[in-house]
Nanobody, 127 residues
Framework: QVQLVESGGGLVQAGDSLRLSCAIS????????TGWFRQAPGKEREFVTS????????YFADSVKGRFTISRGNAKKTVYLQMNSLKPEDTAIYYC????????????????????WGQGTQVTVSS
């Protein structure tokens, strides 16, 4: 059974940095794409960033471009979200997700493309 566990969230001040981690366990026998999404109170879950199976392609929401980066550890079992220059509007629960339907391409920007999700980690940015 595939499981994703996020960690690294917390309370920070505007301008600070934070790195989230997503540990992936279980067997995945096909190439997959990995993404980070976030959901603020009262809002829909939204795309943040994603990375293709081969790591050659990354995608970012305009709101985080230039501030956030996505990377993976060895064996693709850990995915990181480095968040710099954090803003109060970045406050949300951040979710890691895997898509076994798409391993590359702009489909990795869509919530509906993902079939495995973590439980989320809270990030709060104070002004």
């Amino acid at each position: 059974q595939v499981q994703l566990v996020e960690s690294g969230g917390g309370l920070v001040q505007a301008g600070d940095s934070l790195r989230l981690s997503c540990a992936i366990s279980g067997r995945i026998l096909v190439p997959y794409g990995t993404g980070w999404f976030r959901q603020a109170p009262g809002k829909e879950r939204e795309f943040v960033t994603s990375i293709s199976w081969d790591g050659d392609n990354t995608y970012f929401a305009d709101s985080v471009k230039g501030r956030f980066t996505i990377s993976r550890g060895n064996a693709k079992k850990t995915v990181y979200l480095q968040m710099n220059s954090l803003k109060p509007e970045d406050t949300a629960i951040y979710y890691c997700a895997i898509s076994t339907r798409y391993y590359s391409g702009t489909a990795l920007r869509q919530v509906a493309s993902y079939n495995y999700w973590g439980q989320g980690t809270q990030v709060t940015v104070s002004s």
